[in-house]
Structures are given as structure tokens and as C-alpha cells.
């Protein structure tokens, strides 16, 4: 009986090169307007996936992993550049997967590039986590470069997962303009609020997961007391 191939990694076919080129593209514009705004420290009217929704799936590599290649995407096997394994299927210590952190706990998502004040939302996200030990914390470096994000980790003593997106495909999907920014989802993966936009003081961000944490209970008992959809007739 033949071995089983190991599960893949995040990467995108490439033989199949118009989708990821698009999405890279696109990426790198958003990576250089989100960049001059984090410098300019200004808003720009971005608002991320907006409450309700289904919070994008997406898998890539931890930054401290020896893991390479692009975010995988994928909703379908096969998926062209997007993907040959749907992204919530890849599941290893060396991915940072959104579909896992949130099967069972709320998230609390920073997409982030390494300029200016932007990763300072790190170390408050470093901080709750140990206040917070339900919540899910996590981080992904839109681009940027590995070694230099292994040393921010070092330097701020970060411990929550920090996941790299190399081609910016996360950008796109999370609607990304402003940096920090951070998403509030509920256990199963549905946006709990608006995006924060910019880096809050740490105690209107304490505010937040705790609204998170409190409305993921309201939410989880709404969805246990609805009636189940009948079918047939």
C-alpha cells in the first residue's frame, strides 16, 4: 500500500496564475496605501467585513515555522490559485488557521504591516490574552519580512500566534485599508462587530473583548434556542 502524501501547506498552484496575480497585484496596492496611512497615522473610511458575515477563511504560515508559501484561500478543494485544500482543512503546528481558532473560542484577528506604530497593537493583544484566556489572539504581517518579524516577536515577547501573508491576499479578502486592524468574531466564525480601524488605549480595547466574550455567550444561546428549520412537507 502506497505512503499518504503529508497534508499540504499553504501556497497556490503555479500553473494557474491569473487569480493569484490579481490578488497579488491588488495586494501590493493595498500593502503601499495601508503603509503611507499607518506612517500619516490618518483614516481612510475602511471597514473591514462587516458585522454578520462569515469572517474569510484563510491558512498561512507562522512566521517562526520554517513554513513557506502564500495564504491558501480556498472555500473548494481545487481551487485554482486560491487554493488546493480549502483552508480550513489545514490544520499543523506550523499554520496559523483561522477556521481553528474560532471552531470553539472568539477571536480577536490583527492584520498588521511592520511600519510606524502599527505592530504596537501586539503587545496589547499579548497583554489580554493572559487576561482573556478564552479569547483567541492572533496576528498576521501582511507581507513584511521574517526575519524581521521573528525579531519584533522577540523584542515585544510575543507568544500569540503571528501568522505571514505573503502576498497580500488577506488584505483583499479582509477588506484592509487602515492598520492596525482588528476583527471581533464570534465562535463559528461570524464578524461580532465592526472592524477597529487604528490602535485604541488598552483599556477601550479591554472594553471590547469583554463586549466580545459577552455577546459570544448571547450569541451561542440564541443560536441553541433557535428552532430548527423544518423540510419536506
Same mark, same amino acid.
Given at each position: 500500500?502506497?505512503?499518504?502524501?503529508?497534508?499540504?501547506?499553504?501556497?497556490?498552484?503555479?500553473?494557474?496564475?491569473?487569480?493569484?496575480?490579481?490578488?497579488?497585484?491588488?495586494?501590493?496596492?493595498?500593502?503601499?496605501?495601508?503603509?503611507?496611512?499607518?506612517?500619516?497615522?490618518?483614516?481612510?473610511? $475602511?471597514?473591514?467585513?462587516?458585522?454578520?458575515?462569515? $469572517?474569510?477563511?484563510?491558512?498561512?504560515?507562522?512566521?517562526?515555522?520554517?513554513?513557506?508559501?502564500?495564504?491558501?484561500?480556498?472555500?473548494?478543494?481545487?481551487?485554482?490559485?486560491?487554493?488546493?485544500?480549502?483552508?480550513?482543512?489545514?490544520?499543523?503546528?506550523?499554520?496559523?488557521?483561522?477556521?481553528?481558532?474560532?471552531?470553539?473560542?472568539?477571536?480577536?484577528?490583527?492584520?498588521?504591516?511592520?511600519?510606524?506604530?502599527?505592530?504596537?497593537?501586539?503587545?496589547?493583544?499579548?497583554?489580554?490574552?493572559?487576561?482573556?484566556?478564552?479569547?483567541?489572539? $492572533?496576528?498576521?504581517?501582511?507581507?513584511?519580512?521574517?526575519?524581521?518579524?521573528?525579531?519584533?516577536?522577540? *523584542?515585544?515577547?510575543?507568544?500569540?500566534?503571528?501568522?505571514?501573508?505573503?502576498?497580500?491576499?488577506?488584505?483583499?479578502?479582509?477588506?484592509?485599508?487602515?492598520?492596525?486592524?482588528?476583527?471581533?468574531?464570534?465562535?463559528?466564525?461570524?464578524?461580532? *462587530?465592526?472592524?477597529?480601524?487604528?490602535?485604541?488605549?488598552?483599556?477601550?480595547?479591554?472594553?471590547?473583548?469583554?463586549?466580545?466574550?459577552?455577546?459570544?455567550?448571547?450569541?451561542? *444561546?440564541?443560536?441553541?434556542?433557535?428552532?430548527?428549520?423544518?423540510?419536506?412537507?
Amino acid at each position: 500500500m502506497s505512503r499518504p502524501e503529508p497534508p499540504p501547506g499553504p501556497g497556490r498552484d503555479a500553473g494557474e496564475p491569473h487569480y493569484g496575480r490579481y490578488v497579488g497585484a491588488l495586494g501590493i496596492a493595498i500593502l503601499v496605501f495601508i503603509t503611507i496611512n499607518t506612517i500619516v497615522t490618518k483614516p481612510n473610511g $475602511a471597514t473591514g467585513i462587516p458585522p454578520g458575515q462569515a $469572517a474569510a477563511p484563510f491558512a498561512v504560515p507562522l512566521v517562526q515555522s520554517t513554513l513557506n508559501g502564500a495564504a491558501d484561500v480556498a472555500t473548494r478543494p481545487d481551487e485554482g490559485a486560491a487554493g488546493r485544500v480549502p483552508a480550513c482543512k489545514l490544520r499543523r503546528a506550523d499554520i496559523l488557521n483561522i477556521c481553528q481558532l474560532y471552531e470553539h473560542n472568539p477571536v480577536v484577528l490583527a492584520l498588521f504591516v511592520d511600519a510606524g506604530s502599527c505592530p504596537g497593537v501586539l503587545s496589547d493583544l499579548q497583554t489580554l490574552s493572559r487576561e482573556f484566556p478564552a479569547v483567541r489572539f $492572533a496576528g498576521v504581517a501582511i507581507k513584511g519580512d521574517r526575519g524581521g518579524l521573528r525579531t519584533l516577536m522577540r *523584542s515585544r515577547g510575543l507568544s500569540i500566534p503571528i501568522g505571514i501573508d505573503s502576498d497580500g491576499a488577506l488584505a483583499v479578502l479582509y477588506k484592509t485599508a487602515s492598520c492596525p486592524q482588528l476583527s471581533f468574531i464570534y465562535p463559528g466564525g461570524i464578524i461580532e *462587530s465592526g472592524a477597529l480601524l487604528r490602535r485604541v488605549s488598552l483599556p477601550e480595547l479591554r472594553r471590547r473583548v469583554r463586549r466580545l466574550v459577552a455577546d459570544s455567550r448571547a450569541h451561542a *444561546s440564541a443560536t441553541e434556542a433557535a428552532p430548527a428549520t423544518r423540510t419536506g412537507g
